[in-house]
DNA sequence: TTGTACGCGTTATCAA
DNA sequence: TTGATAACGCGTACAA
């Protein structure tokens, strides 16, 4: 095997062969292809047998160099977690599917210049012809307005408070995180803790306010209550939930800023022999697939994240297409009730 | 904003320019570009600096038109978990990133013929030079041998017991579940549960026979063992682990033959009260996300994911240049002891 | 309604 | 060592 002698491939079949096969010009054969007007309903009909015959398929790269488009369009991100790739991914797949475009999907490494760089490469070597831009990316300023100033067409995912005139999909992070500390405040908890996201993401500290509102409301004291820092990882949110615990006066229930760190308190509890819910309450955010996971499977909110890459990915078809677009799209969350939150002890 | 006009893209640089500005013609152009000889040092250099200063990037899709390769090569899959497929990605996202070579990542929904359809669309539109197969793709003959006629050039991870002669990356499935199965009894277990996997995926059964080995090694009656069939999903595994459980006389260690349904398994021991590790030991396979989100942390086998993919891509690559390449290339497995196993009581 | 001729940005051929 | 020119497969003016 593998000697030397390599087959070539099949020789591909061209829009000539289809041309000649239907005996049409290839102009009609492209009319078809793209469903233009203009072609009379039986030739029509006889180039596309011939499409079928053949199994013509279009080169991509041909017509991206003829055309004013490539009929890709880029996905780009820098590696948050696994889940949350994964769901963007195929949201985004899913819609172009349905538009019968492409999607390149490109992870973007390091910060600074070289994403940049990076990302810019992407687009003049791929011809793609418009970006979804994922989390943390979608929050990168520097990324956003370099983009822009090349007049690239892009749509982001969750940027966190841009101020940036572009298309973007958004959650109302805040108001989420006040619906779930009012939830908890609505089982009698009167204690409860709060670990804080990664101070570099945007959302970290729309959920922190959330959380403060339904405290205000509420006529609780938000100074009174343990708040320890976290950094969007389990390790982080079990040593927050420690410490917590670990109080003279500890909380009765504590909402973590995203699941991972929910995961980490439960484990903290599962250290301190705290029972949980029973003791403690546990709530997180994202319902990431660790949501389910846990023991007791966790409170949380469902973001809703494959529909928002999906959603990101039909506005930027329909900017490409030159349709207005709405500038921000907002998505509803939910608030997902599980096993980890109970009345206060 | 997003008022009608629609502000072009800066034009692109192309090769037209950088021949001016070096002074040469496109074809010197070309080959610095490529790092082909025959171009004098000075020449080469000046012309470096012109692709430096104008910072040219050649255009993908009219290198894949005018030459025999595209630089782009495919990675298809089918959705297993989406920790694996996250790591297949970073795994091959990075030897491509060496090489030099784009990957155009494809997510293959449904089967049988559609997804033949789907491949071959990708490899004929895209101009792929080649393609990284992940499981369970890469076990399915049907397409394999549909590329194979079409002398498409692939790699595959982990194909089972694939009799086909075409390049793989592999792992022994079967040697570490013994191994796995070795451990359990050196810490005293005889009465070992075992969660068969996905009746289809063909690891499977070389799972469930290396715990078969290590039990006749051991002189230990497989037949006399509980066996429960699982679906590699946590909600099988804990239910198999029930019925374990439930048995008049329950095993004192429960090997799943993979990590989610390990992780299934634990929960089953909470919900009977059962203490991991001290009344039950659980172990895994796979050494996915999961493995240390569970509590206690899962002693499973970590299978080398990104390392296989990355393997994969790098034997892709070498077949391209046309390099002779091993058929198959195994990789290590690495048994990682954590809190779910202990001595038997 | 249909077709002709040109151009997109590169690589490949062959001559200089 | 270098360069002129023809592909590559398709979209797009423009003509018929």
Redesign the pocket.
């Known amino acids: 095997m593998n000697v030397g002698i390599r087959p070539a491939l099949a ?9 000649e096969l239907a ?9 078809v ?2 469903s ?5 309903p ?3 009909l006889k180039v596309q047998q011939a499409i079928a015959e053949l199994h ?4 991509l ?3 991206s ?5 490539s009929n890709l369009i880029g996905l780009i991100y820098d590696n948050p977690s696994a889940n949350y790739v994964f769901d963007v991914q195929n949201g985004a797949i899913a819609r172009c599917r349905e538009a019968d475009l492409r999607l390149f999907i490109q992870s973007c490494n390091g910060l600074g210049e070289s994403l940049i760089d990076e990302v810019l490469a992407l687009v003049e070597q791929t011809h793609v012809d418009g970006l979804v831009i994922a989390p943390p990316l979608s929050a990168d300023r520097v990324l956003i307005e370099a983009l822009d100033a090349r007049h690239v067409r892009f749509v982001r995912i969750a940027p966190g408070e841009g101020d940036h005139p572009s298309p973007a999909v958004t959650m109302d992070d805040r108001e989420a995180a006040r619906e779930m500390t009012a939830f908890l405040i609505g089982l009698g908890h009167r204690r409860i803790g709060f670990v804080t996201g990664h101070p570099d993401h945007l959302s970290s500290r729309q959920r922190s306010d959330g959380y403060a509102d339904a405290l205000r409301e509420a006529g609780i004291d938000r100074d009174a209550q343990p708040i320890e820092q976290g950094y969007n990882d389990i390790a982080t949110g079990s040593e927050a939930g420690l410490r917590m615990l670990d109080l003279a006066e500890p909380p009765t229930a504590i909402f973590a800023s995203n699941d991972d760190m929910a995961a980490g308190v439960i484990r903290a509890a599962h250290e301190r022999g705290v029972d949980v819910p029973s003791r403690l309450s546990v709530a997180g955010f994202d319902d990431s697939q660790i949501a389910g996971i846990v023991w007791p499977t966790l409170t949380t909110i469902h973001q809703p994240t494959a529909d928002m890459a999906n959603e990101a990915a039909r506005l930027l078809i329909d900017l490409l297409k030159g349709k207005e677009t709405a500038p921000v799209t907002e998505l509803a969350y939910t608030l997902i009730k599980r096993g980890s939150t109970a009345p206060a002890p």
Chains 1, 2 share one sequence.
């Open positions: 020789p591909r079949k061209t829009i000539d062969d289809v041309a005996g049409v010009s290839i102009k009609t054969v492209s009319r292809m793209n233009e007007p203009g072609v009379r039986e030739t029509r013509y398929k279009p080169s790269p041909a017509r160099l003829a055309g004013k488009r």
